[in-house]
């Protein structure tokens, strides 16, 4: 499952999930953000029901990318459990996103 994330539903979505959640700090303007987003919509079907992917626009939602100490995007965050166990800074082949979520997942 995919979902739009923001601060009002980010606890919820996030940190009250029963599952893990992958959540993907980006930005309109850039261009990585948007080279690896067909690969995440590809690991929320792929993954449905074991894996939830969050997108959160850090422009609109600049409180939120202070919190979590986010420099650069894409910035991939993987939580589990409401905390943070893993972390992919800048665009990363699809493989090898894959295989950050498939440790976490066992």
Wanted: glycine share 6%; aromatic share 6%.
């Amino acid at each position: 499952m995919e979902i739009t994330l923001n601060n009002q539903n980010f606890d919820k979505e996030v940190i009250a999930s029963p599952v893990p959640v992958i959540v993907d700090f980006w930005a309109e303007w850039c261009g990585p953000c948007h080279a690896i987003a067909p690969t995440l919509s590809g690991i929320a079907k792929d993954y449905e029901g074991k894996l939830t992917v969050g997108k959160l626009n850090v422009d609109e939602n600049p409180d939120m990318a202070e919190k979590y100490a986010v420099r650069s995007i894409p910035n991939l965050k993987i939580f589990k459990n409401g905390q943070i166990i893993d972390e992919v800074i800048g665009a990363m082949p699809g493989a090898e996103i894959r295989k950050r979520i498939d440790k976490h997942l066992s």
